[in-house]
């Protein structure tokens, strides 16, 4: 059980520090680096809220509904940014990857 805790810990810190550093060095306005913490923090809350609804089994519809719209929004932005921003190919995989490592580990950590 603790080896379990300890890798869903390890996902979220590893994965939520390497789009923030990464990022952060990548991108010369401070806007740019305000518009990717920005969809960072949406990702997390909406994954957060997401999963306590769950939890306590009060799922309805329109909650569904208004999760995956967001959760929707929150991708196109993100994948414009990426596409936008002064980024080399490997790094226009990376950041993805660490965002979808970052979440991962948030998701584990909320199901224990």
Known sequence: MKSATLISWL???SGTLTYMIGLWLACPLLSGKGYFLGVLLTAM??????????????LDDRFISVCQMVALITLGLFLVGILNAPLSPGERGLYPVALFVSLLGLVRILRQ
């Open 45 to 58: 809350f909406l994954t957060y809220v997401y999963l306590r609804e769950e939890k306590r089994g009060q």
């Open 11 to 13: 996902l979220f810190i």
